[in-house]
């Protein structure tokens, strides 16, 4: 059974940055691709970038192009998103979900697991 646990989540000022961590098990030598979505209240679920673990491979939403980086320390089943840059519209929970099957989606009903979510907070 894959396990999802995001960390990293705070409050900022708009124009600061903050990483968030996925930790997953459950895995271990398969190949995944894990993503990063997120939901602000009121709005639908939205897929921020996908990696897939173990390879090449990135998808980022326009949203967030240049701004959002997402990286895999891959040793440690741990897949990062560095958030640069940030505005007030990046505001939401923010969760980690884990496909096998899907190629460079950022679709949320193609990922079977999700983690329980971390909240980002970015003020003007």
């Known amino acids: 059974q894959v396990q999802l646990v995001e960390s990293g989540g705070g409050s900022v000022q708009a124009g600061g940055s903050l990483r968030l961590s996925c930790a997953a098990s459950?895995?271990?030598?398969?190949?995944?691709?894990v993503a990063w979505f997120r939901q602000a209240p009121g709005k639908e679920r939205e897929g921020v970038a996908t990696i897939r673990t173990g390879g090449a491979g990135t998808l980022y939403a326009d949203s967030v192009k240049g701004r959002f980086f997402i990286s895999q320390e891959y040793a440690k089943n741990t897949v990062y998103l560095q958030m640069n840059t940030l505005i007030p519209e990046d505001t939401a929970m923010y969760y980690c979900?884990?496909?096998?099957?899907?190629?460079?989606?950022?679709?949320?009903?193609?990922?079977?697991?999700w983690g329980q979510g971390t909240q980002v907070t970015v003020s003007s």
């Open positions: 979900a884990a496909a096998r099957t899907v190629i460079g989606s950022l679709r949320a009903y193609e990922y079977p697991y």
């Open positions: 459950g895995y271990t030598g398969s190949s995944y691709w």
